[in-house]
């Protein structure tokens, strides 16, 4: 591990562990990679009710109570400079979505009673409050999507816009008040999936003040080259054009590795139906593959993942390996955690 990265706080912009993942073995992955901050998201949120978010709050929850001397919840900047400081992890929480929260906003104070700060409006489909960026037609936000921006500025909670479509996240900045995310996104230039955001995107969250988060998921770096012979410059690919466009200060981490998880037989088969968008044409020969194969599970790592980063331990590759591509000491600080703690800093208060 580079010394940069030992120094730096490391920001992971989403996170895609399971709450009943979130045991010793993964905090002890997340200190083998130096990563201090983690952007731990409620999952399946659009397509569950409000009683299954609550159960997998409170399975997270009891969880990190077990884990306490080494993971807090942290709802500010300055909480997870102390962490840092203390070689504990923070626990940044949110959900990739907001459909469970109805038609009613005022929920939103109970969520963020409960230590929610980050929030996406849709996750890849259209709800009430606009479209995902799987949906075929884009109409924006909806006037109750235009409500859950003003309601997230005046709770000071993060706007996260990776699945919305074009057209709603660009509503949801140019009415956000503050600063936003794309918590786990790369740049369609590069890679033309419905996942990725184009360059209009990418300097219109800048322009707020915001933070791409890259992310090193397969399918989202190229449409080329099968994952499992990609290596992290491929990755570093996606940040050099950010960079190129909007400058590094606009530029984090977004793993979305669900370590620990591992897809069924039938998991494949209801993702393929739910989210047709969510593949490429590597993806599907993997999972065909693994349907063919007569087994039982396959990590989620070894479906979506390049093989350099299976596990939290292996971030330190992306400092090497942005230390390789010529970034200074002071621009990996940033990219590995220093712009994201300034938006956090901005939006929730120091």
Known sequence: MLPVHRESIVIDGLNAIFPKNFDQNYVDHLREGGVNVIHVTIPDVESFSTTYVSSELTTLFVKMRKLEDSVSLVTTASEMRHMKKENRIAVLLGTQGSGFLGLELDSMEFYYRLGMRVLQPTYQQRNQFGSGCGEKKDEGLSELGFDWVERMNDLHMLISLSH???????????????????????????????????????????????????????????????????SVDDYIRHIDHVVDVVGVDHVG??????????????????????????????????????????????????????????????????????????????????????????????????
């Not at 003040?209 to 499992?228: H, K």
Request: proline share 5%.
């Open 164 to 230: 919305a479509g074009r057209k709603t996240g660009l509503d949801a900045i140019e009415n956000s008040k503050d600063p936003v995310v794309f918590s786990h996104s790369n740049a369609h230039a590069i890679c033309k999936h419905v996942r990725n955001i184009d360059d209009e995107e990418i300097r219109a969250c800048a322009e707020k003040g915001g933070v791409i988060g890259l992310t090193p998921v397969g399918m989202f770096l190229s449409a080329d080259i099968d994952p499992r012979d990609m």
């Open 253 to 350: 981490l977004g793993m979305d590795l669900a370590e620990e998880y591992f897809y069924r037989r039938e998991d494949i088969v209801a993702k393929r139906s739910s989210l047709p968008t969510l593949t490429n044409t590597f993806l599907s020969r993997k999972e065909d593959e693994f349907l063919a194969s007569g087994k039982e599970k396959i990590p989620f790592a070894e479906i979506y993942m390049p093989p350099w980063i299976q596990k939290m331990s292996d971030m330190p590759v992306i400092s090497d390996a942005l230390a390789n591509a010529g970034y200074s000491d002071q621009e990996i600080k940033k990219i590995l955690g220093e712009n994201f703690l300034r938006v956090f800093e901005r939006v929730f208060g120091s």
